[in-house]
Nanobody, 120 residues
Framework: VQLQAFGGGLVQAGGSLRLSCAAS????????MGWYRQAPGKQRELVAT???????NYADSVKGRFTISRDNAKSTVYLQMNSLNSEDTATYYC???????????????WGKGTQVTVSS
């Protein structure tokens, strides 16, 4: 099972980016999916999560600016980021809790990360 993220890049302050992350491989189902980020010298932090049913949770710092969504048929999670500022500069990692088999518990999988740089 692999998670591959797309969509990072360089953007000016106030601009927008959309990240996507697709799960591939053989698995039974995907539970929660989410995005985390890590800035240089800082710990990895939660950005947003979405359940299989579509319930969302956001870090206070991104509420009202970022929107997480998912397409279960495509095993893909998205992060629409608007009104970006320099504090959003970080490497963004996608995460998914994936069940491989019917009798197995969900396991955490991580993508390799995609860099988002916001210039002021």
């Amino acid at each position: 099972v692999q998670l591959q993220a797309f969509g990072g890049g360089l953007v000016q302050a106030g601009g927008s980016l959309r990240l996507s992350c697709a799960a591939s491989g053989t698995f039974l189902s995907i539970n929660d999916m989410g995005w985390y980020r890590q800035a240089p010298g800082k710990q990895r932090e939660l950005v947003a999560t979405v359940t299989r049913g579509g319930s969302t949770n956001y870090a206070d710092s991104v509420k009202g600016r970022f929107t997480i969504s998912r397409d279960n048929a495509k095993s893909t999670v998205y992060l629409q980021m608007n009104s970006l500022n320099s504090e959003d500069t970080a490497t963004y990692y996608c995460n998914a809790v994936i069940r491989l088999r019917y009798y197995s518990n969900g396991m955490d999988y991580w993508g390799k990360g995609t860099q988002v740089t916001v210039s002021s």
